[in-house]
């Protein structure tokens, strides 16, 4: 009988630290000021504020972490931030609120740190977003920054903007479906590569000026616009239904 209960309350205890681990949010929000990692094992994150990521510090987020914004709260990014999830386990980043779009943002300033790539544009080292989830939040921004974005789906925002950017930047291999605009870009100074990507089912596919080139991507089924574009960029074998 004793054995039986010794059993009853391991397999009780068992139960309710697996309750707890399930339900465990970790709430974040401020300033970081030293170099951190968000582990998947404090997944899911809850931005209760903005966090403000300051210049020389790196945030790196786990594969399979999902992140979600309260309303009017952001991740700006002013040092450095590492997103790579997998095919398999993607970031997530998302409004607190369900399907229902966040007044949020995730941007990178100026003072953020560049993706810098090799000779054959393959990523090396800087900030980077790849296999990574974002959905149900305003808007995407960089700003006078360079990060590398690959294999991301974008999903109900208002939109992703790059502006004013200094050096060459890579936006290649995403899906940007259902939002208001799936891509906006004013880069006079430098090269933006738009390449390989899915435009399907926005506003606005894409509009673009400066220097922009805009290569081997398939921009469907967009209500109001595919594609324009003006400036010194160039466009070039894209399927545009």
Known sequence: MRKFKLIATFIILSLFMIVAYVNADTEVGGNITENTTWSLANSPYILTSTVQVLENVKLIIEAGIEVKFSN?????????????GTDQDKIIF???????RSNSEIMFIDSSKDAVVDSYNKYLSGSILKYCEIRNIERV?????????SQNVFENLVKVYAYYIDQKTYIIDNVFQ??????????????????????????YGIVCGGNTIVKNNVIESNTLLGIQTSGDGWVEYNVIT
């Open 72 to 84: 009017d709260c952001d991740l700006n990014i002013g040092g450095e931030l590492n997103a790579i």
């Open 178 to 203: 259902n939002n208001e605009h799936g891509v906006l870009v004013s880069s006079p100074q430098s090269k933006i590569y738009i390449e390989n990507n899915i435009i399907r089912n926005n506003k």
């Open 94 to 100: 998302t409004s607190q609120n369900g399907v229902t």
């Open 141 to 149: 921004y960089f700003y006078k920054s360079s990060p590398f974005v």
